[in-house]
């Protein structure tokens, strides 16, 4: 079950004094007064095992080599490439109608696909795109600007025959701010874009803004660009912003190159022949079946994700009367999924997977203890409580913490949307990458890695959800439904359909049969 994409709870506001900041307010302090009893319980609940006969057998569940060897082995060539020709025909950019500006909200994936339609709209009216203005999440709080998350001189050049692209609006336009925006009703300011709007969308209600004043403001932005009946052109543009033009900054790439060495080539710590300690670095391993090898796991699995839910982790009244009471402070009740039992939701594929049963998962699926696990993710409600079962499961699981000093991780302390960059860098260089549950991080390696044609794990979330319900199932009946209810679902072409993400399936507008590629 694939997540539906629609506007986030956040696009609907600009003031400061906007209810999703009040509703925020409110929860920081919620949080502050309850913090002590919810890390008390999470304590106590996080760690029951909910599966505990399953767990045990995978304790003891051996791979073959066979089973082994299938899961490392890359995907076969699927019979397509990457379009790589120019999306411009033209050799110089037409006259630029106006300046287009975008005030992007919500996670690092989320504006990333905002940045990808801004560009595709720029094409559509010829205009002139100022580089997109990133919202400071009320969430994670981060301030990072485009420029502290993406190599500017990389995005612009990689563009520069498609679209005019300015880092700041000429003087005569400094005005136009977000704080302009947010203090009154503009002329300027184009709010009333339909979800999924059509370019003739754009060329009919925008164009009219930039010939008047030179200049068009468009918020709320998030999937204000339909995915269906455009331009050839303009999905190719959009996939070429994807794919090639957004690079992250150079210390992110460094920092992601550096996990990754580390991943696939640890440094362990040995004894000589006369007992002496020394550190060597790993090449191999015993069997040589993974070597060098490792899955990146995307852990979805925060606080307000599993209020959200409205789902059982299996913590008890206590755990369900906290996250009641969170959805309730937080949402005021508007939650769709708390109107059905957990039965309901498990049976729907609803409800995100626990870290006992991702780990579960990449068991049945042929993965040992021997697995190199690198575990991409924000805090996960329960802290290390909630992780030790998938931590005992798979002992070589590591984290940006685990792998990096303090110092290597002092750029990105503190910003969350540079932490998601470094684990989008080493998810695309991992050998396998799975998500406990869809989202747009997911939604985002899932179309970039079939673009490159990498293997990826995208768990069938309504079979899961059916037979972890199930509490007598045996360890070879469950690997059995599991290995079935897998099956063409690790990376295996899956053309977009109507109303489905192009950054989320990218064939067939994003590539071309080998035989004409050129």
């Known amino acids: ?51 505990s006969r399953l767990f045990k057998s995978a304790l003891q569940h051996q791979a073959s080599n066979e089973q082994l060897a299938d899961l490392w082995t890359p995907l076969s060539n699927q019979g397509w490439k990457p379009f790589v020709e120019p999306t411009s025909t033209s050799s110089s950019l037409p006259e630029s109608t106006g300046y287009i500006q975008v005030f992007l909200d919500g996670g690092l994936n989320q504006q ?116 269906d009946n455009m331009p050839i052109e303009i999905q190719r543009l959009r996939c070429k912003v994807n794919f090639e033009a957004l690079v992250f900054v150079s ?56 209020a959200h839910s409205a789902c059982d982790f299996g913590g008890g009244k206590a755990e369900k009367l906290a996250l009641a009471k969170y959805r309730q402070t937080i949402w005021q009740g508007r939650v769709m ?21 991702i780990g579960l998962l990449l068991a049945a699926l042929g993965f040992d203890n021997t697995t190199r696990l690198y575990l991409a993710s924000h805090k996960v409600y329960g802290g290390e409580a909630r992780i030790a079962a998938l931590r005992q499961l798979f002992p070589y699981m590591e984290d940006k913490k685990s792998l990096a000093s303090s110092a290597e991780r002092a750029q990105i302390n503190g910003k969350a949307s540079l932490s998601a960059a470094v684990d989008y860098y080493v998810s695309m260089h991992s050998d396998i990458f799975i998500s406990a549950s869809p989202g747009n991080m997911h939604n985002a390696m899932v179309g970039h890695r079939t673009y490159l044609n990498l293997k990826t794990i995208r768990p069938n979330m309504v079979m899961l959800g059916q037979v972890f319900m199930n509490k007598s199932m045996s360890w070879s009946d469950f690997q059995e439904a599991v290995v079935e209810g897998q099956r063409n679902r690790l990376g295996e072409i899956k053309e977009r359909k109507p109303k489905q993400s192009i950054y989320t399936y990218p064939v067939p507008d994003c590539v071309c049969q080998q035989q004409q590629q050129r």
Not at 142 to 159: A, E, K, Q
Not at 207 to 218: D, K, Q, R
Not at 337 to 343: A, I, Q
């Open 1 to 51: 079950m694939e997540e539906k994409e629609g506007p986030t709870y956040m696009e609907e506001t600009w003031s400061k004094c906007s209810r999703y900041e009040q509703l925020w307010a409110e929860k920081k302090k919620y949080f502050h007064v309850s913090h002590d009893v919810n890390m008390f319980l999470q304590d106590l609940n996080a760690s029951k095992l909910r599966h």
């Open 112 to 227: 990333r696909m905002g940045i990808c339609d801004a560009v595709a709209i720029a094409k559509i009216l010829n205009a002139t795109l100022v580089i997109p203005y990133l919202e400071v999440n009320p969430v994670w709080q981060d301030t990072s600007l485009f420029t502290d998350i993406f190599d500017v001189d990389h995005f612009v050049n990689v563009l520069k025959d498609d679209i005019s692209i300015v880092s700041e609006l000429p003087d005569e336009y400094a005005w136009s701010t977000r704080e302009y925006y947010a203090s009154a009703i503009r002329s300027t300011r184009v709010k009333n874009a339909p979800l999924h709007a059509s370019a003739n969308w754009y060329l009919e209600n925008v164009s009219p803004v930039l010939e008047s004043y030179g200049i068009a403001a468009i918020s709320p932005f998030s999937h204000r660009l339909a995915f």
């Open 251 to 306: 210390h992110v790439r460094s920092l992601g190159e550096a996990l990754v060495s580390r991943l696939r080539y640890p440094i362990v710590e040995s004894i000589d022949a006369v007992g002496t300690k020394y550190l060597r670095q790993v090449v191999d391993t015993k069997d040589g079946h993974g070597a060098g090898k490792f899955v990146s796991l995307h852990l979805r699995f925060d606080k307000d994700m599993a």
């Open 337 to 357: 999924n708390s109107r059905f039992t957990n039965e309901e939701l498990r049976n729907q594929g609803r409800c995100p997977l626990t870290p006992e049963e």
